[in-house]
């Protein structure tokens, strides 16, 4: 279980870097071609690209330096609430075939939340 909590932790991490990197740094013509809602609200891009970084950082570093690893519970917290809102905007635009991949890392957010906070041990008891 150990394993795969820092799995899902680094694939979170890894993943919402990306996501900040085409948010915050990439041109805005670049992100709108993955993105069609970019150009419309980049404040909104922004404000994402922001709340995606602080939650890669939030979801491994606590737990990896060992420096208020609950932390790492709180960032799972925020991307479970990150990806019912990316879901419902996605939806309200009518791109409800796009949420496959907020689902996806909610899911793995929950992992994180629930295992992290359960400290799940290593090896199961026999």
């Known amino acids: 279980m150990h394993i795969a909590l820092w799995v899902a932790q680094a694939l979170l991490a890894l993943t919402f870097i990306w996501a900040a990197y085409t948010k915050l740094i990439q041109p805005i013509e670049e992100t709108a071609k993955m993105l069609p809602w970019a150009k419309d609200n980049p404040g909104l891009l922004v404000f994402t690209g922001f709340v995606e970084l602080i939650g ?29 809102s ?41």
């Open 56 to 84: 890669a950082l939030g979801i491994i570093l606590p737990s990896a330096l060992r420096i208020q690893p609950n932390l790492s519970i709180m960032a799972a917290y925020g991307i479970i609430a990150l990806m019912i």
């Open 86 to 126: 990316a879901a419902v905007f996605h939806i309200s635009r009518g791109e409800g075939s796009l949420i496959g991949m907020n689902i996806f890392f909610l899911l793995l957010a929950v992992l994180v939340a629930w295992g992290r906070s359960k400290k799940a041990p290593i090896i199961p008891k026999s």
